[in-house]
């Protein structure tokens, strides 16, 4: 079978709703003799006749109806997928796919997901988080929320914030064990840490500069959130995300402790292929972000 002519099974629907190929060709604005055409190039591709032509009407064959019954379907099918392209282009709307460190997407991210979801009434989300890196254009996400330092690629980043690891610990454990007063006090607490290492330096910067102070470990875990709920049940002091503990801190779970010496900065970003700027559903959510992300004391 020869190559699919949509134009072609047009006119020839547009030939059987009309009743007469002079009336369809009045309706698609083209020459009689072109919709003549048109139609005997489709049976001719088909391999048999459609329609029963006579001086008064035209019939269609049993043939032409099933066609007819089946190309009406797949004519209405791609009038449909056209117009949701042209909606989905004038206003946000549609599947948005996002990933996000774990991190961020616990803390930071859900009351603004909430916001977002309420403004836009017609977007629904797809949120994953993993810490692990994710390829945005092969895995077909929108946009990725990125914590820590970007390697260089082809994707666009819009910075968001910056924050600092500050160190936190409970009423209780500090009640029991003590509160550091600089950072080798260290020495003689136990430290909820951040990864998998069985040597750990902590780096400090402040007046004297930026230095390292190696800690004793009591518990290593690879999540932030897992950190906290072990610093919230007094087992140590941790070192994290100022914005992880800051809402502990504000209703007495946690304290903040040494704010003289701060860990090193990173940054908060929004990355997205460039591409992906077209759709109105992603140029919504970077500039929701961006405007929720704003002001200074959003995270410090």
């Known amino acids: 079978m020869k190559q699919l002519d949509l134009n072609a099974t047009r006119v020839f629907v547009q030939v059987v709703e ?3 190929f002079r ?15 048109k139609v005997a190039e489709l049976e001719q591709r088909l391999g048999t006749s459609l329609l029963v032509r006579t001086t008064r009407r035209i019939g269609l064959t049993e043939t032409g109806r099933s066609y007819l019954r089946h190309a009406q379907i797949a004519l209405s099918a791609l009038h449909d997928a056209e117009r949701s392209i042209a909606e989905e282009q004038s206003a946000p709307r549609g599947l948005l796919s996002i990933t996000a460190s774990v991190n961020a997407g616990l803390v930071l991210l859900p009351g603004m997901f909430n916001e977002f979801l309420r403004r836009y009434p017609d977007i629904r989300l797809s949120v994953e988080l993993t810490d692990q890196k994710v390829d945005l254009i092969q895995r077909n996400l929108d946009v990725a929320v990125r914590i820590g330092t970007l390697p260089d690629s082809s994707l666009v980043s819009v910075r968001l914030g910056q924050s600092n690891l500050r160190l936190f610990a409970s009423p209780k454990y500090l009640k029991a064990r003590g509160e550091p007063r600089v950072p080798e006090d260290l020495l003689h607490h136990d430290c909820l840490v951040y990864g998998g290492q069985t040597v750990l330096d902590w780096t400090f910067q402040g007046a004297r500069g930026v230095f390292t102070v190696e800690v004793p470990q009591r518990l290593f875990l690879n999540n932030f959130v897992m950190l906290r709920l072990a610093a919230l049940a007094g087992l140590g002091i941790v070192r994290m995300p100022s914005f992880m503990g800051d809402e502990a801190v504000q209703n007495g779970q946690l304290r ?11 940054s908060i970003n929004l990355i997205y292929p460039p591409t992906r700027l077209r759709a109105p559903k992603v140029r919504a959510f970077i500039e929701f972000m961006k405007a929720q992300t704003s002001d200074p004391g959003w995270i410090s």
């Open 18 to 20: 009309s009743g007469s």
């Open 23 to 37: 009336q369809a060709a009045l309706a698609l604005g083209m020459p009689k003799s072109t919709v003549n055409r």
């Open 256 to 266: 903040r402790l040494l704010d003289d010496y701060v860990g090193p900065p990173f």
